[in-house]
């Protein structure tokens, strides 16, 4: 099983991306995580561009999307909501809306914020917007506050609490696609 991960965050030293990498760890095998490197590279979405033959860096995301079996989106908040770029993406993919490569996939989001609340919010926010694109949605959250002191030098999250959260919900995502298999 092969699940692609998102990080919301294109900073280097990202937090949601370490958080993607401590939930990578957590998976059980044969699961494993490929962390997407290339949403940088995709456009502002404009419906003139929208084309039967999209940017090449829509068509690589909307390839490893449909070719995954799960995706898990980490994501920061940015100004309560979710952040512009990783906003975007998910417009690009929703396209065509009525067989979107989302349509039906299962999907966690989890997130990270060095605030006191995980980025609760932008994660809200992403769930409802990938319902309605029609994924399976993960009600499971992973609220991870104060990032710059949750992760531990070998990259676990130091919470015990929120490192049993983390395994529950890679669990889940793994079994949702275990059970859309059969
Ligand atoms: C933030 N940050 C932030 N944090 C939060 O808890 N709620 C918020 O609304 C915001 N808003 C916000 C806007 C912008 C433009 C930036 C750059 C940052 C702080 C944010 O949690 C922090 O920068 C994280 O470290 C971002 O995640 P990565 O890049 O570490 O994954």
Not at 65 to 82: G, K
Not at 98 to 117: H, Q
Not at 139 to 159: K, M, N, S, T, Y
């Amino acid at each position: 099983m092969r699940v692609l991960g998102l990080s919301g965050s294109l900073r280097s030293g990202s937090y949601n991306t370490s958080l993607l990498r401590a939930a990578g760890r957590l998976l059980p095998p044969p699961a494993d995580l490929e962390i997407y490197t290339d949403l940088a590279a995709v456009p502002p979405y404009s419906e003139d561009l929208d084309l039967e033959r999209a940017h090449p860096a829509v068509e690589q995301l909307r390839r490893a999307i449909a070719s995954a079996d799960a995706l898990l989106i980490a994501t920061p908040e940015y100004n309560s909501s979710i952040p512009g770029h990783l906003k975007n993406a998910v417009d690009w993919v929703s396209r065509p809306f009525p067989d979107n490569v989302l349509r039906r996939k299962p999907v966690a989001v989890i997130g990270a914020s060095t605030g006191l609340f995980g980025a609760v919010w932008a994660q809200a926010e992403l769930r409802k917007v990938l319902t309605t694109l029609g994924a399976a949605v993960l009600d499971a959250e992973v609220a991870v506050p104060a990032a710059h002191a949750a992760f531990a030098d070998d990259g676990r999250l130091r919470d015990p609490r929120l490192a049993t959260a983390l395994q529950r919900t890679v669990d889940e995502l793994a079994a949702s696609q275990a059970s859309r298999a059969a």
